[in-house]
């Protein structure tokens, strides 16, 4: 009995000792020293929704990711709202800034300012390609978007970004090519037979397209 008395007491004060070091901000010598949101500068479009995402960095040099701990706020709910899991949802074009704050350590705050732009128009290059059947018979097509941004920004320094794998391709005729949307593929056309198709690239939250005309000669 005396063996395993001590043993019993050995292992309550292994697991209070676990406990402690892995409560991160109940260790003295593990406090909380500040949070990272991410993405950093947000730029995104009227309609959608970008998730947030929280990265806490403790004093030992621990980074835990995914750091739910938090409460969010939006400074311009009619620009952008945020919810409580740091879901942003863009209802207007501006500016709004974005506050997030640890729920045990109210000083330790991250703000990021979220810029919310309108997509105008799509462009697809080539805008008229021709390919044919044995020989090349694929084609690669990427696209465009230009944007309604205020300011040139990291995101977007010219106004336009390349949202090749944001759109939903189509083909008019998939007797004639094909394209794909899958990802690390998207925009990639296949001829299937001699004949002219539409390419089309759409936005799915503004319904916004683009067009291009592709021909597979024999």
């Known amino acids: 009995m005396k063996h395993r008395a001590v043993f019993l007491v050995l ?3 292994l697991l209070s000792t676990a406990a402690a070091g892995f409560s991160g901000c109940g260790n003295k010598h593990n406090t909380l020293s500040a949070i990272i949101v991410t993405p950093l500068d947000p730029v995104i479009a009227k309609g959608t929704t970008l998730q947030l995402s929280v990265t806490a960095v403790f004093s030992d040099g621990l980074i835990v990711t995914s750091w739910s701990q ?6 311009d709910p009619n620009v952008a709202t945020v919810s409580s899991t740091g879901a942003v949802t863009r209802t207007a074009e501006g500016t709004a800034v974005i506050t997030a704050t640890d729920i045990f350590h109210p000083d330790i705050v991250r703000r990021i300012a979220v810029t919310v732009t309108q997509l105008l128009s799509i462009t697809i290059n080539p805008s008229n390609a021709v390919i044919s059947l044995g020989t090349v018979s694929s084609q690669t097509f990427s696209a465009t978007g230009f944007y309604s941004a205020a300011t040139p920004t990291i995101w977007a320094p010219t106004g336009t970004r390349d949202i090749t794998s944001l759109v939903s391709w189509a083909s008019s005729s998939t007797a004639v090519a094909v394209i794909s949307n899958v990802t690390g593929s998207n925009g990639f056309a ?8 539409t390419i089309t690239a759409t936005e799915l939250a503004t319904g916004i397209t683009g067009t291009a005309t592709l021909t597979v000669g024999p």
């Open 70 to 75: 938090v409460t969010w706020q939006s400074s």
């Open 11 to 13: 292992v309550v004060s």
């Open 190 to 197: 296949t001829a299937v037979s001699a004949g002219t198709t």
